[in-house]
């Protein structure tokens, strides 16, 4: 029986990446406490929307491994979420920065591959 393992291979990178950018967007608002004054709100949105992201498009990788059509729904979900965190991102800074952002954007290309590959019929 064949197996879909790049949808798989995918989502792992993009979960990797995801949680390693919500790390440091969540540690970052913690940092910049004093400029921005609370920021709890800040830190639960980059948890809940990076590392969620990542999750559930991590399930939908394995889902999509056994090409099971869930699959597709949520590696798009968890790509759609770390689309909200790369926008959180951006309004938190009030602009765009390259460097903190890149590891939500690699999640994002990842995970985008991961979608792809996972709507592949066996």
């Given at each position: 029986?064949?197996?879909n393992v790049a949808a798989l291979v995918f989502s792992i990178l993009g979960t990797v990446f995801?949680?390693?950018?919500?790390?440091?967007?969540?540690?970052c608002?913690?940092?910049?406490?004093?400029?921005?004054?609370?920021?709890t709100m800040w830190t639960v949105g980059f948890i809940v929307l990076g590392v969620g992201g990542g999750v559930v498009s991590l399930i939908g990788g394995?889902?999509?491994?056994?090409?099971?059509?869930?699959g597709?729904?949520?590696?798009?979900?968890g790509c759609l979420l770390q689309v909200?965190?790369?926008?959180l991102e951006c309004v938190f800074v009030e602009?765009?920065?390259f460097v903190l952002s890149l590891w939500t954007l690699l999640a994002i290309v990842m995970l985008?591959?991961?979608?792809?590959?996972?709507?592949?019929?066996s």
């Open positions: 029986m064949k197996k995801g949680i390693i950018g919500a790390i440091i967007w969540a540690a608002a913690d940092t910049c406490a004093d400029i921005v004054g609370s920021s394995i889902q999509a491994f056994r090409f099971r059509p869930a597709f729904v949520m590696s798009l979900l909200g965190n790369l926008v602009g765009f920065s985008v591959l991961a979608t792809v590959f996972s709507k592949r019929k």
